[in-house]
């Protein structure tokens, strides 16, 4: 079954911006486009009835597409206009995409996102990609010379979805991957005979991690050899090494673990911290 990009829509100015970057992935990868926009009734004695306001959010709905498709005649587009809550209708959208493509308000370079509610609880609730796209995003930021930037931790299967989906990126878009792997000091009771012996045969801490992410990324490389890749390990926290180098990114991929805790479903540290002060859109990828 081929899966379709579907782009969440509500009418503002960040989910066109989001509307418009799907229709330019869907084009890359000849996937059809999905578009998807949840409506509530609002019920009051001035309010008109339920099929005029359909209506109107059809008709609204309708003029965002008719200019995606004039951008890009060769694209096949399909409209879901849905009455019922945004984050289950979103959700479910999601579940059905290859990926789920939204709009996300930012307020320049220091703060970044402003991440809403509702794409809060669909990036923890679904176990397809999301993508957060500002509206201050263009094509022009996907020129030649931008990375698509992953970050890899712990073994190769931990980020084998992440990579996987900025590999699948980079080679639609011709670009380069920039694979980052953060590293910090392990406390002393971490330290055993045999991972001390295992540091010592890789010549020490930063060593290991470059030898860690080359392991993670060689079966990508295999598989997409024509994709340029470059390596970058630093020491620091995933967030702040992921943060130093997105002024050189078209897109972020970040993983979060898809399984629910306790407390309900979460995005995870890493992707909350990039999600809310990365300029560039950032994909989120969850993984078992």
Do not use: N
Not at 108 to 121: E, K, P
Not at 204 to 220: K, T
């Amino acid at each position: 079954m081929t899966r379709p990009i579907t782009a969440g829509v509500d009418g503002t100015e960040e989910s066109v911006a989001a509307l418009d970057w799907a229709a330019r992935e869907a084009v890359r990868r000849g996937l059809p486009l999905r578009v998807v926009h949840a409506w509530r009734y609002a019920e009051s004695p001035a309010a008109a009835d339920r099929e005029t306001q359909h209506g109107w959010v059809s008709e609204g709905v309708a003029e965002a597409v008719r200019k995606v498709s004039g951008l890009h005649p060769e694209l096949t587009v399909s409209v879901d206009v849905v009455e019922g809550q945004a984050t289950e209708a979103l959700a479910g959208a999601a579940a059905e995409a290859e990926m789920l493509v939204l709009g996300s308000r930012g307020h320049g370079r220091v703060l970044g996102f402003l991440l809403g509610s509702v794409g809060q609880q669909v990036i923890a609730e679904t176990t397809r990609p999301v993508v957060l796209v500002r509206a201050e995003d263009r094509p022009a930021a996907e020129a030649a010379g931008r990375d698509v930037v992953v970050g890899q931790h712990g073994g190769p299967e931990d980020s084998a979805e992440a990579l996987r989906f900025a590999f699948e990126t980079a080679a639609a878009r011709r670009a380069t991957v920039r694979a980052v792997r953060a590293w910090t000091l392990p406390p002393v009771f971490a330290y055993s005979p045999g991972s001390l012996k295992l540091l010592d045969d890789v010549g020490g801490l930063e060593p290991y991690e470059r030898q860690a992410l080359a392991e993670a990324l060689q079966p990508w490389r295999e598989r997409f050899p024509d994709v340029p890749v470059a390596e970058h390990v630093e020491m620091g926290s995933a967030a702040q090494v992921l943060l130093s180098v997105a002024g050189h990114a078209q897109l972020m991929v970040v993983g979060r673990r898809a399984h629910r805790t306790a407390v309900g479903a979460r995005i995870g540290s890493v992707a909350h911290g990039v999600l809310h002060h990365a300029e560039c859109p950032v994909a989120v990828v969850p993984h078992e």
